[in-house]
């Protein structure tokens, strides 16, 4: 195992280090418990937004913090969920008398470690609403969850939501986006590597030379199938067929198109399969009114790749489109 760490025990504190030499102008870190937050929070009369996981998903979740997008997050250890009192903090450190929104990705420690959280901020007559995403298409049930894995869309609430947010909607109109943008969401993602934790030096899962895995989820966890490696047009239909088949989408559906590496993929190779998903909607009548193509939430080195769509309407648009002002996603601020 070849990786720039200092040691493994202290590599989420090492990386927090990291983010508060290069973004201490914009962001607080807190190493106790451990928290990113918004270097003006909490902005007063605003709904506050937290999300949270396992750390090894980078840039999601601290790289996301900031005007536009979220208030705080919460990283555990690597792929391992924060603790119920990590989110509490957080939900306090952002509450500025609107209301705080938990986005949460559906994994069972995360969901678990939420409601506590959720119910502890309640109990502190905080005002607490909870956006849970599950927009993979490849399994129901997984190593992690009971139900769909929440994956892709879950950068898009949280833009779209603090675009919101920042814009003065309630709490319950911020929920209501948040739910509406996963609801119209579904994403699938491939492997060409497993992934290796620096905690347990072994690859994730083993993959012959010649095989994909397809439908990963973003902890290494296996898909629908594997299969011999073909072209990225032969992967795209792949991963894109069961994508526009479940909402389903239908010909004139405006989307977002979300190419998302999963932390050592190539940019080249990202374009690669973005002009082939291009090509499906096109022949498909769906209308790409947005795109983002990036590593932007990743599963350590993993080469390999995942599909996301949204489908949109003028809200989505129009919070889609609005400045934002983070670490890893910055436009129009």
């Known amino acids: 195992m070849k990786k720039l760490i200092n040691s493994p025990e202290d590599v989420v504190r090492d990386a927090l280090r990291g983010m508060e030499a290069a973004h201490g102008d914009r962001l607080r870190i807190s190493y106790d418990p451990y928290m990113v937050v918004r270097k003006d929070a909490p902005v007063q009369g605003k709904v506050g937004i937290i999300s949270g996981g396992g750390s090894g998903h980078e840039p999601m979740h601290g790289g996301f913090v900031g005007p536009g997008m979220l208030d705080a997050a919460c990283p555990g250890e690597v792929f391992t969920s924060p603790t119920p009192d990590q989110m509490l903090e957080a939900t306090k450190a ?44 490849a399994v129901e049930d997984s190593l992690y969850t009971a139900g769909r894995r929440g994956v892709g869309v879950t950068v898009l609430v949280e833009k779209i939501c603090g675009a919101a947010a920042d814009d003065g909607k309630s709490l319950a109109e911020v929920a209501e986006l948040g739910r509406k943008v996963n609801a119209n969401g579904r994403s699938m993602g491939m492997a060409l590597t497993p992934c290796i934790t620096p905690g347990s030096g072994e690859p994730s899962f083993e993959l012959a ?7 990963i989820g973003i902890h290494g966890e296996p898909g629908r199938f594997r299969e ?13 067929t069961p994508i526009v088949e479940d909402l389903p989408f239908s010909s004139g559906d405006k989307v977002l198109a979300f190419v998302n590496g999963m932390g050592g993929t190539p940019l080249l190779e990202l374009y690669v399969v973005y002009a082939e998903v291009a090509k499906i909607a096109q022949e ?3 209308q790409i009114e947005r795109n983002l193509v ?20 003028d809200d989505m648009t129009r919070y889609w489109d609005a400045p934002v002002n983070t670490p890893a996603l910055r436009w129009g601020a």
């Open 294 to 313: 990036g590593n932007f939430i990743t599963s350590l080195e993993m080469q390999g790749c995942s599909i996301t769509l949204v489908k949109l309407d």
């Open 284 to 286: 498909r009548g769906l």
């Open 94 to 137: 952002v509450n500025g008398g609107a209301g705080v929104l938990h986005v949460v990705k559906n994994y069972t420690g995360d969901v678990m470690n939420f409601d506590m959280a959720a119910d502890m901020g309640k109990g502190e007559d905080i005002e607490v609403e909870t956006v849970l995403t599950n927009d993979d298409v």
């Open 209 to 215: 030379e010649d095989e994909v895995e397809i439908g």
């Open 228 to 240: 011999s490696i073909g072209p990225a047009s032969q992967i795209a239909e792949r991963l894109m």
